[in-house]
């Protein structure tokens, strides 16, 4: 007996290929997102080729967790929504092939997919992470390429203010040149102004090559602290034909040390993470001892040796034997008033103290602590993902029946969406400390799981889920909206209606619904205690009801536009809504016991008595109508 059957390679094949194609492309848009972020640290910092390779490769590696999932659940959706489309899946199952079974082969290929994605977390993300900062900081880092300006001035030169009047491209000419020196002391700044110049890097690109031409030079002379505040300050003026300065501007692309960056969390692997999370509880702890033993020394000793007047009390107090209200009450009011208040600024200096030192010594440890939490299980979270996208993607294809890039990638999409909120939420909340790194970090998947396993259900059981008709009669009736017939004329008709008997049967119909009007004034308002606390059916609204879509079933089989054109005037007559709210007698009693509510229904049920009276009349006008259009068809006859 074969274990992998030809339809499990047919589905396998289908679904393998899609994923692929969705996994690119949605590995393309995460890095195009990632890329803007950092784009001030690319652009114009004249990068080669290979450093913007290995930026775009290690990108590309950290952000393939992320494109999985979605991946995973728009290559199901697309996948099972072909096959509905194209009724592969109507077949499959018209063949005696449960939906679960279908769902089989990809379920154990979106567990292969979940596994990788784990171990890829695990054992390749971390050093790409760790690749990835290491040129992000090293691009920071450098120098830009230098491109001055036109008429404004120029500071990424550091030390230097420059200003161009006008620049010749093709031979690198710089004219109107005003330099500005920027130094921290008033004694140094030069202000040089040139007729023209030339800004070179220099072959080892550690230095520019500044040459001047035609300009004059002028330097602060006073030396004295605060000389820019006064008005009278002696300068020294230089006058030159030509003069070249070597500025120190490192344009060069120096790649830190890796290893910086280890001790990041996302730099790390599980092992790694929960060592890290010892030497963190170990650190935190010591730091606390630290700060109970500094304390208890600063403190107890100090309050011990301020108030040691008498050794032979002290040691009575510490041993307890004299009471400590019998010691206080022998004091004076003012003494009282005194010890209290410095009691109190102690307790207030030493609560502070030992805040202040707690926060600046565990609050980054804190921090350290729950990053560290939050990615190890950030590696659970995101591979189980996969997996539970697979249960919302692959029902959703099987109930919509839609194939192609058009509504599935809509629902995968709003569905992503919806993922992505609620786990940067968990996130921040417990970057913060708001809430448990744990709850946090599942929260998103704590709530895919419901939403996964209903659908798969609904798949299951061949629910119409996304009926919107459905819906649109479930809302209408449950607000009291008109509902309207659409009846169009039958391409196949089995047998003609008999019209003889319709005519008879309609006349009658009309009658019964004139007789009920007369004895029913359905325009009085209702009995509060007959709705709520004395119910009784009307059968004959029922009746009525029940007669008449009969009619209409029958006169649907008409040939004529003219009657079908009429039926889809015929009111349809609901027999209960007039008469009582809930179907349960003792619901019943409740909302007319609670008179807030009971008034509601009854005012409801009210409209529901007038809607009546003007349906009744509807179908005397109407039938009426349809009867001389039927007499009409038999005398042709």
Request: charged letters at 20%.
């Amino acid at each position: 007996m074969r274990i992998i059957k030809k339809l499990d390679i047919f589905i396998l094949k289908g679904y393998l290929q899609l994923f692929a194609g969705t996994f690119f492309i949605c590995l393309f848009i995460f890095l195009m997102q990632f890329v803007w972020k950092y784009v001030d640290d690319l652009v114009g910092k004249g990068l080669t080729w290979d450093i913007l390779a290995k930026f775009f490769w290690y990108c590309s590696l950290t952000l393939i967790p992320m494109s999985v999932p979605l991946a995973v659940l728009l290559a199901s959706l697309i996948t099972f929504g072909n096959f509905g489309e194209r009724f592969e899946l109507l077949a499959m199952k018209a063949s005696g092939i449960p939906l679960i079974r279908i769902l089989m082969p990809v379920l154990i290929a979106a567990m292969v997919i979940c596994t990788g994605s784990f171990f890829f977390q695990n054992n390749i993300s971390p050093e790409a992470n760790k690749q990835l900062y290491t040129l992000l900081w090293s691009m920071r880092q450098k120098s830009p390429e230098l491109d001055i300006p036109e008429g404004i001035f120029y500071s990424d030169i550091p030390g230097y203010n420059l200003f161009v009047e006008r620049k010749d491209a093709e031979t690198g000419m710089l004219y109107g040149l005003m330099i500005y020196t920027n130094t921290d002391n008033y004694e140094d700044t030069q202000i040089v102004i040139a007729d023209s110049g030339r800004l070179q890097s220099t072959a080892d690109k550690t230095h520019l090559k500044l040459t001047l031409y035609d300009g004059e030079r002028f330097k602060n002379m006073d030396n004295q602290s605060g000389a820019m505040l006064r008005a009278s300050i002696p300068y020294m003026r230089e006058s030159f034909i030509e003069e070249t300065d070597y500025i120190a501007f490192d344009n060069q692309f120096n790649l830190f040390d890796a290893n910086l960056f280890a001790g990041n969390a996302q730099a790390k692997n599980l092992q790694e993470i929960y060592r890290g999370i010892d030497s963190i509880r170990s650190r935190t702890d010591s730091i606390g001892h630290s700060i109970y033993d500094n304390a208890m020394r600063s403190y107890l000793s100090r309050n011990l040796s301020a108030g040691r007047k008498d050794s032979a009390r002290i040691v009575k107090e510490a041993a307890g034997t004299v009471p400590f209200d019998t010691l206080f009450n022998q004091l004076r009011d003012d003494q009282k008033s005194s010890a209290w208040k410095y009691a109190l600024n102690r307790t207030e200096a030493m609560k502070s103290e030992c805040e202040f030192r707690a926060t600046c010594y565990t609050t980054e440890l804190n921090t350290q602590m729950r990053r560290h939490l939050m990615e190890a299980q950030k590696k659970y979270t995101l591979s189980l993902s996969c997996l539970l996208f697979f249960f919302i993607g692959a029902p959703l294809g099987a109930i919509i029946r839609k194939g192609g890039i058009g509504i599935p990638v809509v629902v995968s999409v709003v569905f992503f969406i919806f993922y992505y909120i609620i786990n940067v939420a968990g996130e921040n909340n417990a970057k913060i400390g708001a809430w448990d790194a744990h709850f946090g970090e599942w929260l998103s998947s704590m709530v895919l799981l419901p939403i996964g396993g209903w659908l798969t259900y609904k798949a299951n059981s061949d629910s119409v889920v996304f009926d919107m008709e459905g819906y649109k009669r479930f809302f209408m009736k449950l607000l009291g909206l008109r509902i309207s017939r659409k009846l169009s004329r039958k391409e196949v008709i089995i047998y003609d209606p008999d019209y003889t008997k319709c005519c008879r049967e309609l006349e009658q119909l009309i009658a019964d619904s004139k007789a009920y009007s007369e004895s029913h004034n359905l325009l009085m308002m209702p009995s509060y205690w007959n709705i709520f606390f004395h119910y009784q059916e009307d059968t004959a609204v029922r009746g009525i009801s029940e007669r008449l879509e009969t009619l209409i079933k029958e006169l649907h089989n008409s040939k004529s536009n003219v009657i079908i054109g009429l039926l889809n005037m015929l009111p349809f007559i609901i027999p209960d809504a007039h008469t009582r709210p809930f179907r349960n007698a003792r619901h019943n009693k409740w909302a007319g016991i609670i008179l807030p509510v009971g008034l509601f229904f009854w005012l409801r049920i009210w409209r529901f008595q007038l809607r009546l009276s003007i349906d009744l009349d509807n179908l005397q006008e109407t039938g009426g109508e349809i009867v001389k259009r039927l007499g009409a068809l038999n005398e042709t006859r």
